[in-house]
């Protein structure tokens, strides 16, 4: 167990799986205290069982990010609970890759109600909180589809820029208060879903694009996450970290 979190209280947003869970657990290993967030509340909590396994401090909370109140309340009682909260990561996310034609209103809603209005709502949630703690860090997790065109992604790469744009923005507001605001933005992580959804073909070509030879892991993003989440990166804000092994800047 590192200690560069300790006394933190932090939490993940999307955290019972992929690279919300992997994260969470590196916080939590770091030391902090550790809310997993995710739609249902026994899902977050046997993420959180593992951590706490595994020796680390970590709760699991039901919680939906696309509604505000929720998340508010949410937040509002680990804050309560633990008497500060310094670290918010903005996890979560609903996608379905749909070409223009067939974008469906209901998907579209749901993608911006998770991707983009949820991280605001994750952020307006924290900053009082973070504020009143003498400050704090927001990790809003985007991804290289920001910077990149993926048939059939119009909308999530639409979603991902978003957060680029608004993490940008929160770090100019929120500096005055001693708030951080940064992004991290991955390429495709070798995760079950990922697994699921996309064709070992596909798999192949994209280890092929990327200079380092090989998907990222939930671990390679988490590591960065760490780094924007503790005081190493303690002069660090408004930034876009690109964790994909090279592909974006290989592709470009
Ligand atoms: N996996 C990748 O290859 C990859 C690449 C780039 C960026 N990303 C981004 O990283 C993040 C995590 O990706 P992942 O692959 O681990 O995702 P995932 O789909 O495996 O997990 C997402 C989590 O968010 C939760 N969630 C969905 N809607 C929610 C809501 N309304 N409220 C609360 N929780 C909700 C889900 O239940 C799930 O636990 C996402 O923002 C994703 O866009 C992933």
Redesign the pocket.
């Known amino acids: 167990m590192g200690g560069r979190l300790k006394g933190r209280v932090a939490a993940v ?8 869970r992997a994260t969470a657990a590196l916080l939590a290993a770091e030391g902090a205290i550790v809310a997993l ?3 249902k509340s026994h ?1 977050a909590q046997a993420a959180a069982d593992e951590i706490v396994a595994a020796g680390g401090q970590a709760l699991g909370l039901g ?4 509604d505000r109140e929720a998340l508010i309340a949410t937040l509002g009682s680990v804050n309560d609970q633990f008497g500060r909260f310094d670290v918010l990561v903005n ?5 379905v890759y749909e070409p223009l034609a067939d974008i469906r209103p209901e998907s579209l809603d749901r993608m911006i109600g ?2 983009f209005s ?1 991280v605001i709502w994750g952020m307006q949630a924290a900053a009082p909180l973070m504020a009143a703690s003498g400050g704090g860090s927001i990790v809003n ?1 985007a ?3 920001a910077f990149l065109g993926i048939p059939n992604g119009i909308a999530y790469c639409g979603v ?1 820029a978003g957060v680029t744009g608004l993490t940008r923005a929160a770090a100019a507001e929120l500096g005055s208060v001693n708030i951080r605001v940064n992004a991290v933005a ?4 070798d ?1 079950e ?2 697994r699921r959804v996309v064709s070992e073909d596909r798999i192949a070509k994209r280890v092929d694009q990327t200079p380092l030879g090989r998907l990222g892991s939930t671990d390679d993003i988490a590591k960065a996450v760490r780094y924007l989440a503790c005081e190493d990166s303690d002069f660090v804000t408004g930034q876009v970290l690109t964790v994909d092994g090279g592909l974006a800047t290989a592709l470009s």
């Not at 947003?13 to 919300?20: E, F, I, Q, V």
């Not at 996890?91 to 996608?95: D, E, I, K, P, V």
């Open positions: 947003t999307g955290a019972s799986r992929g690279l919300g967030l995710d739609l899902w919680c939906d990010v696309s996890n979560a996310m609903w996608n998770v991707g949820g997790i991804s290289v589809s991902k991955p390429s495709t992580v995760t879903g990922v």
